[in-house]
């Protein structure tokens, strides 16, 4: 199915303000409250809006501190690949993980209370990681631009 311009305004608007009520969202994107909760029904139905999240402060969650590690596997085999991508999700503070063409395997974006904490997660879990080989971590000191809307 193509998007038309009303599913890109409906799709836009729901990235920024999901909480929106039909009735304000049929108003903001020029439409009638039935034809826009039709319209959104079928959005959520074909896929193109997978869940609707509340996004919490880390700061305020005591979580400042953002972590990314780069990984390199020992291995690139298809049982490799899938055992470290098993355990990776299934380790807390994990909130992304990339399979990567570059220097590195994988990517993982990780937040922690601090590096103590962070020192944690590494001793408990990170390195407990299957078919790990190598591993290097950058602390983001500030967050420049954060977002989750897709370009649409």
Known sequence: MSLDD????LLRTLQRRGRISNAELSE???LSPSACHRRVGRLEKEGYIRDTVAL???RKMGLPSTVFVEIT?????????????KAVARVP???????????????????????????????QYLTRLPG???????FALRTVFKTTALPV
């Open 73 to 85: 596997l020992a291995a690139q085999a298809d049982d490799v690949l899938e055992a470290f991508e």
């Open 28 to 30: 903001a994107v020029h």
């Open 93 to 123: 503070h994990v909130l992304e993980c990339h399979l990567m063409a570059g220097s590195a395997d994988y990517i993982l974006k990780i937040v922690a209370a601090d590096t103590e904490d962070y020192a944690r997660i590494h001793r």
């Open 6 to 9: 009303i599913d890109l305004r």
């Open 56 to 58: 919490l402060d880390a």
């Open 132 to 138: 790990v080989a190598q591993m290097q971590s950058a």
